[in-house]
């Protein structure tokens, strides 16, 4: 298995930026698809965007598409969300996620839990 910390959430401006990271644990980081999602309250949990087990291939849901990107350091077990120009709508609690299988929007087997983004008018 793998234990999933995220990191990086916080207040921030409509407009401004933050850059979240998420650190794995064990040796076979690289053999896990990973993702991010997020949970507003009293929302259901919502995908966010997913990068493959090398960092070839990259998947976005169409909210975020253009403002935030995902990328990975397997040397350094870790996968990271850059999130620019972003919206009050953005609030929610965002999650890591580690999938043994390539999938986009399921599948996911582990989770850690959770850092809080909000954004302000």
């Known amino acids: 298995q793998v234990q999933l910390v995220e990191s990086g959430g916080g207040l921030v401006q409509a407009g401004g930026s933050l850059r979240l990271s998420c650190a794995a644990s064990?040796?076979?980081?690289?053999?896990?698809?990973m993702g991010w999602f997020r949970q507003a309250p009293g929302k259901e949990r919502e995908f966010v965007a997913a990068?493959?087990?090398?960092?070839?291939?990259?998947y976005y849901a169409d909210s975020v598409k253009g403002r935030f990107t995902i990328s990975r350091d397997n040397a350094k077990n870790t996968v990271s969300l850059q999130m620019n120009s972003l919206k009050p709508e953005d609030t929610a609690v965002y999650y890591c996620a580690a999938a043994l299988k390539p999938v986009i929007t399921t599948g996911y087997d582990y989770w850690g839990q959770g850092t809080q983004v909000t954004v302000s008018s």
């Open positions: 064990g040796r076979t980081f690289s053999s896990y698809a």
């Open positions: 990068i493959s087990r090398r960092g070839i291939n990259t």
